[in-house]
């Protein structure tokens, strides 16, 4: 079968029957599913019969129209929830993005005493839904799926590409301006000398596609050029997932850089970032004068020493919904008496940085590694699987959180930092950093920080023992506009850490307790 739009005219004709039911409003009304045409492409439309109107979310904006299409077969479809942003094969899309050439998505997610139906872009991972002539940003939802899989609109391989190509990059730069909210995976390349984060971006300049700083605290986009910082008002911030920063050794820009420019260009431009007084600043990087270009304090800087942004190739291939146990779907909620907008929420408000995860969790003790039992608990775990409920933030690192974790390296298991923005966990071991693809996250409500003074604080919580059978324990300290968690071993004088590639010994740190 296909999915049957049956166009309808809200000004006086009746709800056909068997429309596909997505919610309620505030007031207990029923919110049926639709589409509506919006400057050259179909939208999900939220249908109010009882108001007579179709309502749609775009640019930030709600918009009302009197005229849509209903979508027919309320038997034919059901809604899922969508666990850590991955999104089913027989999702049900009402037409592709103009911006982005990825297929529009239909959507539902609680907004106070409301189940809200909205569109749902699969690289924002939230669905924008319409409240109050405000468009709003919700990062748990569910998907309308279509029961038949033979469906003509049905989105299938389009959301699962096992293939990079450059339609598939798993990055795009969108417009950006200061008064819109900040996409969700808008990519942080450093901070500056008062900690203020810098946002990746580029700019247009003299023909040119040039790398610029975004810092929204400041309202202000800065770019290089010719010796100069220059100030620019229209921008593109860089989006995405599995990005990474790696050092560039003897100037040589890796296969799978981030591009700036255009590919055809002669002097292709690269993403870059270095350290300069105490600051961490993206830049641009040529190929061609072999160096990093800097805005700083009114003037272009050069820098030998710089990190150039690359796409991890080890992306995960996205996986269908159903390998997954699930809880039951969201049921649709009773109408409600409450007819006011629910005051506990915020008028606009961006997807939470940490949605919170349903898989059922698989705790495992210390003696799992045959280690003696220990009332602490750590969760398996691997890159790119789901942060698990209840973990131990230790720190930040240009605002993306760090967590507890630790990982065995050479026989013994070391405390390390777990960032959830690489999915990466790492940890310090003979003065190098070494990345780790099996770890446990600790887990637990009952933690604090203490400042260490003399000695080590009563409840400090262990990892595991040195040879000597002198254990290790975790800390955590400043570095670099950084809060970095790490090591504690004997004499209990010094915070190992990783930072940059290098490990690097602090003496003024927090332990962790219990």
């Excluded at 400057?39 to 918009?63: M, T, W, Y």
């Excluded at 709003?136 to 389009?158: F, P």
């Excluded at 971006?201 to 790398?211: C, P, S, W, Y």
């Excluded at 003696?367 to 933030?393: C, E, G, M, Q, Y």
Aim: glycine share 8%; net charge neutral; aromatic share 10%.
């Amino acid at each position: 079968m296909t999915n049957s739009w049956l166009p309808f005219n809200l000004s006086g004709a009746e709800m056909p029957h068997n429309v596909v039911v997505g919610g309620r409003d505030a007031n207990g009304s029923v919110i049926h599913v639709g589409r509506c045409f919006h400057e050259g492409q179909h939208l999900p439309a939220k249908v109010l019969l009882n108001q007579r109107k179709a309502f749609v979310s775009c640019d930030g904006i709600e918009h009302a129209y009197d005229y849509c299409e209903l979508l027919i077969g309320s038997n034919d479809y059901f809604w899922q929830n969508v666990v850590d942003h991955r999104l089913p094969r027989n999702v049900v899309s009402v037409g592709i993005s103009q911006q982005t050439g990825e297929p529009i998505l239909i959507g539902r997610a609680q907004y106070g005493n409301a189940m809200l139906v909205g569109k749902v872009l699969p690289s924002l991972r939230c669905v924008q839904v319409a409240f109050n002539g405000k468009e709003r940003d919700l990062g748990h939802y569910e998907i309308l799926v279509n029961n038949s899989i033979n469906s003509s609109e049905i989105v299938t391989k389009s959301l699962y590409p096992a293939i990079k190509t450059e339609e598939t990059k798993g990055y795009r730069w969108q417009r950006f301006a200061f008064n819109e909210i900040r996409p969700y995976d808008a990519i942080m390349g450093g901070n500056d000398s008062d900690g203020c984060p810098i946002y990746v971006g580029r700019a247009q300049h003299n023909g040119e596609m040039l790398v610029a700083n975004i810092v929204p605290t400041k309202l202000s986009n800065f770019i290089s050029y010719c010796g100069q910082e220059i100030v620019k008002v229209d921008v593109e911030i860089l989006c995405g997932r599995h990005l990474e920063w790696l050092s560039c050794r003897n100037h040589q820009i890796p296969t799978n850089a981030v591009l700036c420019s255009d590919a055809s260009s002669n002097n292709r431009l690269y993403v870059g970032r270095g350290h300069f007084e105490n600051s961490l600043i993206v830049g641009k990087v040529s190929k061609i004068h072999r160096a990093l270009f800097i805005p700083y304090k009114g003037c272009e800087r050069r820098l030998e020493n710089y990190e150039v942004l690359v796409e991890n190739e080890e992306r995960e291939i996205c996986r269908t919904i159903e390998h997954v146990n699930l809880k039951t779907p969201q049921p649709m909620p009773s109408p409600s008496t409450n007819f006011n907008e629910p005051c506990n929420y915020a008028s606009a408000t961006a997807p939470p940085l940490l949605p919170s995860p349903v898989y059922p969790q698989q705790t495992c003790l210390m003696n799992s590694f045959n280690r003696p039992s220990s009332p602490d608990k750590w969760v398996i775990s691997t890159p790119f699987a789901p942060l698990p409920k209840n973990a131990v933030l230790s720190g930040h690192l240009f605002a993306s959180p760090i967590y507890v974790c630790r990982a065995f390296h050479n026989g013994k298991l070391i405390p390390g930092k777990y960032l959830l923005s690489r999915s990466a966990a790492v940890v310090t071991y003979n003065g190098q950093e070494v990345v780790k693809k099996n770890f446990e996250i600790l887990v637990g409500d009952h933690y604090r920080w203490v400042t260490s003074t003399s000695g080590l604080p009563a409840g400090a919580v262990q990892v595991d023992r040195l040879g000597n059978n002198e254990p290790v324990y975790i800390g955590r300290s400043f570095y670099g506009g950084a809060l970095i968690p790490g090591k504690i071993c004997p004499p209990y004088r010094c915070l190992d850490i990783a930072f940059n590639g290098a490990a690097i010994s602090l003496q003024s740190y927090e332990i962790l307790v219990k």
